[in-house]
């Protein structure tokens, strides 16, 4: 196993990153396809949304692609971005496109509070919203907490769909890598992906080490069979990465009985 790699299947762009940031580590890296991400066509509930963006108190949004969609939208519709609203993302990576393409000021859950939507729902100016406009940018389907926690608390949200998952089959190497086990690690940042590819999971995989970016997600990870989930501090390639490498034996000085509970 000396040189067997580290398998990631993080979809879009993003995954050049976490590849990157493994190989730093000096691990070898196999990428996989096992979601696309694809942006609906425009509804005319999106469109009254961008016509009446300046209406918005808050806006939430919950992935990176979600965000350019949003950027790509106020392009054609807001040459001057309105000022007076708030913006909020579930995530660093979300924050980063949000301030590189519109140059706003991202409200952020807590530095090791985790990038998910329970964090963020931690901030004290999301507690109380009484009748304040909020959009929330996200995909198709999805988890309903974060929408359904900020209409509790008073909110007058809309949410608007702006891409969709699709899952796909592993290529054949990709998935003989699942059959055999024959990897380092597997990192998965979605609850989606991991139901996904545990299908393809042999018993010798669902012991090798596995890397989430969550709590939830190893809750998930260990309902499925897997034997041994690690939780990266979050999403970002530097977490996963580090968390990567901490889980390595070859590398990391741990206590392997620990690594045999999760």
């Known amino acids: 196993m000396a040189t067997a790699p580290v398998l990631i299947c993080r979809p879009g762009p993003r995954a050049a990153a976490l590849a990157e940031a493994i190989a730093a580590r000096g691990f070898a890296v196999e990428r996989g396809e096992a979601m696309a991400l ?12 961008w016509l009446d963006f300046d209406q918005f108190r808050r806006v939430v949004v919950v992935s990176p692609f979600a965000a350019e969609c949003l950027v790509d939208a106020l392009d054609r519709y807001w040459p001057q971005l309105p000022v007076g ?17 519109l140059g706003v000021r991202v409200h952020l859950a807590p530095a090791g509070a985790g990038d998910t939507s329970e964090a963020l729902l931690g ?7 009484d009748e304040q406009k909020v959009l929330l940018a996200a995909g198709e389907g999805g988890r309903a907490l974060l929408g359904e926690t900020l209409a509790a608390r008073g909110a007058e949200l809309t949410r608007l769909a702006l891409y969709r998952r699709r899952l796909l089959d592993p290529g054949a190497a990709f998935a003989r890598r699942l059959a055999t086990g024959d990897y380092r ?23 090798q080490p596995l890397i989430v970016s969550s709590t939830r997600l190893a809750t998930l990870a260990g309902t499925l069979g897997f034997r041994r989930p690690a939780v990266a501090a979050g999403a970002t390639p530097a977490a996963l990465a580090k ?3 901490e889980g390595d034996p070859e590398r990391a000085d741990v206590d392997h009985d620990d690594l045999e509970k999760g």
């Open 185 to 207: 690690a597997l990192v998965v940042t979605s609850g989606e992906i991991l139901e996904h590819l545990a299908r393809w999971c042999s018993r010798a995989a669902l012991h």
């Open 85 to 101: 609203l708030d913006y909020y993302a579930v995530g660093a990576a979300t924050a980063e496109v949000l301030h590189r393409e």
């Open 243 to 245: 968390a990567v490498a």
């Open 38 to 49: 694809e942006a609906l066509p425009e509804t005319q509930a999106q469109r009254n949304a």
């Open 123 to 129: 901030l004290g100016s999301l507690k109380r919203l």
